[in-house]
């Protein structure tokens, strides 16, 4: 399946969730993840992009559900 078709199939309040909970390493905590890219990952999809409150990269995998 289309990654991006993946990431849709996610219930939108899930995937606001996820956006706003990734963990950034310069943070040391959940951020929101900004300017982002879905590529696909050996667990389901890995959202790639940066921290919006510093701009440090951040990933976040989501597991098929
Ligand atoms: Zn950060």
């Known amino acids: 399946m289309d990654v991006n078709k993946k990431?849709?199939?996610?219930?939108k309040d899930?995937?606001?969730?996820l956006l706003k909970n990734v963990?950034?390493?310069?943070?040391?905590?959940?951020?929101?993840?900004?300017?982002?890219?879905i590529e696909e990952h050996e667990m389901g999809i890995v959202l790639k992009g940066?921290?919006?409150n510093c701009g440090h990269d951040v990933a976040r995998v989501?597991?098929?559900v």
Request: hydrophobic share 40%; charged share 25%.
């Open 50 to 52: 940066k921290c919006k």
């Open 14 to 17: 899930i995937r606001k969730k």
């Open 23 to 37: 963990f950034c390493v310069n943070c040391l905590g959940a951020v929101e993840i900004t300017s982002y890219i």
């Open 7 to 11: 990431w849709l199939s996610i219930p």
């Open 62 to 64: 989501v597991e098929d």
